[in-house]
């Protein structure tokens, strides 16, 4: 189904296949507020979109849209090549999307290893019986599900904190376990909504290391709303441009970059 | 020397040892390693296995007798593994600080002319590639984690795994090769080349043979009764001594199994969870240890704290006694069985010290203090004296013979000599050959009789036949009036409180002593919190004048101690600063092993050391500083300068006047 004549190898190596997720005329409104205005782009297979845009864009309605959050009043989003009809976000989830949160959505109470885990919650089939009696097939699954967290605990560098309650640990570590749980999920898009904010230098480094790390080792499609500027242009292979609720830009960072839309809604125009 | 082949059965190399111990312990565990959250394990039939692969890959590889193959990694099975499978090739092993910077890495790769290098990951691959052209025998890698490795051509890197799949299947092509080569080996082949941190000038490359390995590591195990049931935690670097004895030498010679932790950060949860019974800590791991216990008391119930003093009071009264087989009376003994049930026993379990049977420190002083605090738990914490090019040993404390301020008797067939400047001397079976291609430091350090100048200068009690060392040798100087200027005495003595993490005292040649001083982040910080001190950095804290007050208290309090001594009451300190950065191996004031290099401190802080002399009150700086990934920055500061109060010393001015 997925259209891959098109696919091509990037600089460093990495193959870029066909269109993956489409968005297509996506209109979004909240009550007389126009979030979104008639916006089309595509995400392609295994590579680093990202949504970039100045505050109050609509970056993050735009995320949500695509993780089912909410559903557009005029337009379609196509997944796989498919007309994705209106969908709850656990829906979309089963689809293989999974995302992170701008402003953290853990279980603070719960343990680091406990909170990746829930990110398996759709690889777990049995049933509440089984489970509270934990034999047999609960058990076995439970065990392989442990044993994905487990990878992905080595793989984010994070074995020291697996058995500490989330809420002890520091901002940057936080959206680590994030991006943890979102991986959990094996997803075949992550949807990361800033996944820098309010971090600092080094922080940023090494969360970058991980972004292209996943991308590289798993072979994820990752969509990122980010505000750095110089991160967005290092990691991503795509860059669309949103101000206002429209689209303004949509390309590579080098042809985003010179492109004069961008420039002003950067810099700053008289809107006239 | 065929006696000597008969105290170790023919056992003349470590692959013999490996054979020995897998007919004679197949099933027992040989490693265990915590990876995906649980503690993976190898037994020494399968550790037999996996190295006869590995070798065979060498072999595929090309690895020729003599060639010298770089391990570059933190404690893993697989590196240990790598060391005993270059051996069976004819190769030697030469493993590295892991944290060396790239170019400090060129030096040593380019010194021993390593034409193989083993890599943990990709960080430490990049490291090599980045130096490769500056080193002209380098030829191929193997590299263990594939992480991000992908892209990177493989044209002369391999995995690791993949590299013993090779082996495997050109078996047949290379067994007999190999068979022949791990044949060959005998007492007098090189075991290993193990690089000295050095505290002045390039890193030496000593040359330890299979005799200086086996037999220390043999004398060593005969001295504490280490047996096939020993568990010990590997997580030290691989590249110092002390690693490859107690993890190659003494494991392979006793059989017993080693355990490499999850990762650095990990290493406090996976002590407790094997819990060794014989297990080596530098002084620092001990203090931090108790610093860390002494501050979450301090966040515990009333009657917890209450109890914890009580019984540790007790502890202190007669817990070393019973260690140490002392008669002590049937109340107290009761006591401390209880003390054992309510206090000592869950904190020996909390520290991970629940089964050690053997413990050891070394490389610096350990405050009197802190090691009475684990004895009188009941840990069996002993102090030894070693070197590199002794092969670890050369004193040893015997259980139910260790005091604080000594560091024991000679290990087995060791002999010690001090000569009339009070330097110590040794020679031993485990006397290293020879630093590789540096014939006129080995001449200078070992003489043709095979004694060995340790460079300390020490004595031995007349009571006891214990050694205690005073200092470096060369440290030790004249102050202007000739009394003696002992630096390590007094900068101990300061280290032994917990808020000071480093000390470097100046006044050799002068009238008097000045002092620099590096505060202990998690002490003095928790200290902050507790007295509502807010501070935003390292520097800040540093700079805090309450934390100066308490400085000074504590050097007021040293001076006292240091002018009871009339040989050593001149190295009372008179003026002092705390540093506005801790003292770094990356930027080179340190040795990878973390004893200060003095010159270079002396010499990068030379302002410093001016205005303590010049009577300044303050004075600024700039001092550049390396990270980690070998980028450079600076920072500045505003240091106080404090004045401390000296005890007069009416013997001294009798003498100066």
Known sequence: MLDTSDSYVTEDGRTIGGVVMEMKNITLRFGGVVAIKDISFDIREGEIRAIIGPNGAGKSSMLNVISGFYNPQEGDVYYKGALRPPMKPYQVAQQGIARTFQNIALFEGMTVLDNIMTGRLNHMKAGLFAQAIWKGKAEAEEVANREVVEKIIDFLEIQSIRKTPVGRLPYGLKKRVELARALAAEPSILLLDEPMAGMNVEEKEDMSRFILDVNDEFGTTIALIEHDMGVVMDLSDRVVVMDYGKKIGDGTPDEVRSNQAVIDAYLGVSHD | ?657
């Open chain 2, 1 to 657: 020397m065929s006696q000597l082949s008969q105290a170790t059965q023919g056992l003349a190399s470590v692959p013999a040892l490996l054979n020995r111990n897998v007919a004679q312990f197949g099933d027992k565990p040989a490693y265990r390693e915590k990876e995906f959250g649980i503690w993976q394990s190898w037994t020494w039939a399968q550790t037999a296995d996996e190295i006869e692969a590995l070798a065979l890959g060498f072999l595929e590889m090309g690895v020729a007798e003599g060639d010298f193959i770089a391990i570059i990694g933190r404690n893993r099975p697989y590196f240990y593994w790598t060391m005993v499978a270059a051996q069976s090739v004819g190769a030697v092993p030469v493993p590295v600080y892991q944290d060396s910077a790239a170019e400090e890495m060129a030096y040593v790769l380019g010194h021993c002319g390593a034409k193989y290098v083993v890599a943990e990951d990709q960080e430490q691959v990049d490291k090599v590639i980045d130096v490769q052209d500056q080193l002209s025998d380098f030829d191929q890698m193997v590299y263990l984690d594939p992480r991000g490795m992908r892209k990177y051509d493989h044209g002369k890197l391999h995995q690791f795994s993949k590299l013993q799949e090779q082996g495997r299947a050109a078996k047949s092509k290379h067994a007999a090769e190999l068979k022949a080569r791990s044949e060959k080996l005998t007492y007098d082949s090189t075991c290993v080349m193990l690089y000295t941190s050095g505290t002045t000038g390039k890193p030496k490359g000593v040359v330890l043979s299979n005799r200086n390995i086996i037999e220390s590591a043999k004398n060593a195990c005969e001295f504490d009764k280490l047996g096939p049931d020993e568990e010990i935690l590997a997580y030290l670097p691989m590249a110092w001594v002390g690693d490859f004895i107690f993890s190659i030498g003494q494991a392979y010679w006793s059989g017993f199994c080693t355990n490499c932790p999850e990762s650095a950060d990990t290493m406090m949860t996976d002590l407790r969870e094997i819990g060794p019974t014989y297990y080596f800590a530098p002084p620092r791991v001990f203090e931090n240890q108790l610093t860390n216990v002494m501050i979450r008391m301090e966040d515990a119930g009333r009657f917890k704290r209450w109890l914890f003093k009580r019984y540790m009071e007790h502890a202190k009264k007669v817990g070393g006694k019973i260690l140490d087989g002392e008669s002590v009376g049937a109340m107290d003994r009761l006591q401390y069985a209880i003390g054992n049930a309510m206090v000592y026993g869950p904190l020996k379990d909390t520290l991970g010290f629940g089964r050690v049977r053997v413990g050891y420190t070394a490389g610096e002083a350990i405050g009197p203090e802190i090691f009475e605090f684990y004895r009188s738990l009941g840990i069996n914490l002993k102090q030894l004296y070693g070197q590199t090019e002794a092969s670890v040993f050369i004193t040893l404390q015997p259980d139910g013979e260790v005091r604080a301020d000594t560091v024991g008797v000679p290990a087995p067939d060791v002999e010690i000599k001090i000569d009339d400047k009070g330097e110590i001397f040794y020679r031993s079976p485990g006397v290293f050959v020879e630093y590789y291609k540096n014939a006129d430091s080995t001449a200078s350090t070992k003489d043709t009789e095979g004694w060995v100048a340790t460079g300390d200068a020490g004595f031995f009690e007349e009571k006891t036949g214990h050694l205690r060392i005073i200092d470096r040798a060369k440290d030790v100087g004249q102050m202007a009036d000739g009394a003696m200027f002992a630096p390590k005495y007094v900068e101990n003595k300061l280290k032994f409180y917990p808020d000071i993490l480093e000390a470097v005292l100046f006044g050799n040649g002068k009238d008097r002593c000045v002092a620099f001083i590096n505060i202990d982040l998690t002490a003095v910080g928790n200290w902050a919190e507790r007295n509502n001190i807010a501070y935003a950095s390292y520097q800040e804290l540093a700079g805090h004048p309450r934390v100066l007050d308490t400085i000074q208290q504590h050097v007021e309090t040293v001076n006292k101690s240091v002018a009871e001594d009339p040989m050593l009451s001149g190295c009372q300190i008179h003026r002092f600063l705390v540093l506005h950065k801790e003292l770094d191996a990356d930027d080179g004031e340190m040795t990878r092993t973390r004893k200060v290099r003095r010159v270079i401190v002396a010499d990068k802080f030379n302002d410093l050391v001016t205005a303590l002399y010049d009577g300044s009150s303050e004075v600024s700086t700039t001092t550049e500083v390396t990270y980690e990934d070998g980028r450079k920055g600076s920072i500045s500061a505003t240091l106080q300068l404090r004045d401390a109060a000296v005890v007069p010393t009416a013997v001294q001015k009798v003498a100066a006047e």
